[in-house]
């Protein structure tokens, strides 16, 4: 049977072999719910990097700048990190370049893996079936905080692990500390997370109807996958 496993912080990436699996990388507040609802929203593509002067030097090259650093948006960008800045229908067949203090940095630290995909509560189950169709083991890759385990990202973990159980088992005893800790919040993650190091340092910028939309599950039906540096939609 297939493996799932999970690194809770990109700092750990190195006790992790990525070479056989696919590697979804989650960042739940906000970067990959950003990710996933601009693909949904008609956005032709999304260039991650991880480092801001590289980001905002491709401008020059027909995308959009966006993201933020420590949550908040990047002076002079085009874009922040608002999943519903997405939405807009400018950004329909547009190419954004994108880069978090977080999110990005987990991709970059995904490279030499087999496929990296984009996992959200947003597409959650999108994503399962896919890994569920797929051939290779799994790495949930959570995003964290500046390399601290976060909650919410290990809650998704825990919500792939959980719908996986039939189809793929878990490798060591993160993915089933993930799974467990899901199984406790799912009837109230808002409510389970309200007291979570992210969600008080969101509230401080007033962004709470951010935090209730990037954790209502099964908003789009879409996997984002990186081929040749470039988030794109593949189904």
Request: proline share 4%; glycine share 6%.
């Amino acid at each position: 049977m297939k493996t799932i496993d999970v690194c809770l912080s990109p700092d750990l990436m190195h006790l992790y072999p990525v070479g056989d699996r696919v590697v979804v990388v989650v960042d739940i507040l906000r970067a990959t719910s950003c990710m996933v609802t601009a693909l949904a929203h008609g956005v032709k593509s999304i260039r991650p990097f991880a480092n801001l002067e590289e980001c905002r030097a491709i401008k020059a090259q027909g995308y959009y700048t966006a993201g933020e650093r420590n949550g908040e948006k990047v002076e002079g960008f085009d874009f922040g990190n608002s999943p519903f800045e997405y939405m807009n229908k400018k950004l329909k067949d547009e190419k954004i370049a994108f880069t978090t203090t977080n999110g990005t940095q987990a991709i970059a630290k995904s490279q030499g893996a087999k496929e990296i995909i984009i996992g959200s509560f947003i597409n959650l189950s999108a994503v399962t079936e896919y890994l569920k169709n797929g051939s290779n083991n799994v790495l949930v890759v959570c995003a964290a905080w500046k390399g601290k385990v976060n909650l919410e990202d290990t809650l998704f973990a825990g919500a792939l692990v959980e719908n996986l159980k039939n189809n793929i088992e878990p490798d060591c005893d993160a993915p089933l500390a993930a799974q467990h800790l899901y199984n406790l919040a799912k009837k109230d993650m808002v409510g389970f997370l309200k007291g979570s190091s992210h969600v008080k340092r969101l509230n401080r910028l007033n962004i709470h109807k951010d935090i209730e939309f990037c954790l209502t599950p099964d908003q789009y039906p879409v996997v984002p996958k990186l081929i040749n540096n470039e988030l794109i939609l593949t189904q």
